[in-house]
């Protein structure tokens, strides 16, 4: 049985930083690609950032670039998410997702974490 479990979330103030964790069980973890996507209230889910298998290839939304850094530990089977100069914008549900492929896309994913909330108050 394959499993995404996030971590990392919380409430922070604007400018501040978060870095999500997300932990896979039950599949070789190096088999796949690793994304992050993020839902806010009444929006659609949306890409922030995706990593090759070994780490070689990034993805980042373009309005995320600079702020936001996505890696990965094969060792550890773990991917993570680092959020720098949080805006109240961010505040979403944020999302792990694994893909046997490339593919920065919600429709994509092969498998999905229950999500972590983050909150940036102003």
């Known amino acids: 049985q394959v499993q995404l479990v996030e971590s990392g979330g919380g409430l922070v103030q604007a400018g501040g930083s978060l870095r999500l964790s997300c932990a896979l069980s039950?599949?070789?973890?190096?088999?796949?690609?690793m994304a992050w996507f993020r839902q806010a209230p009444g929006k659609e889910r949306e890409f922030v950032a995706a990593?090759?298998?070994?780490?070689?290839?990034?993805s980042y939304a373009d309005s995320l670039k600079g702020r936001f850094t996505i890696s990965r530990d094969n060792a550890k089977n773990m991917v993570f998410l680092q959020m720098n100069s949080l805006k109240p914008e961010d505040t979403a549900r944020y999302y792990c997702?694994?893909?046997?492929?490339?593919?920065?896309?919600?429709?994509?994913?092969?498998?999905w974490g229950q999500g972590t909330q983050v909150i940036v108050s102003s």
């Open positions: 039950g599949r070789t973890f190096s088999d796949y690609s």
């Open positions: 997702a694994a893909d046997a492929q490339f593919r920065p896309s919600p429709r994509a994913q092969d498998y």
């Open positions: 990593i090759s298998r070994v780490g070689i290839r990034t």
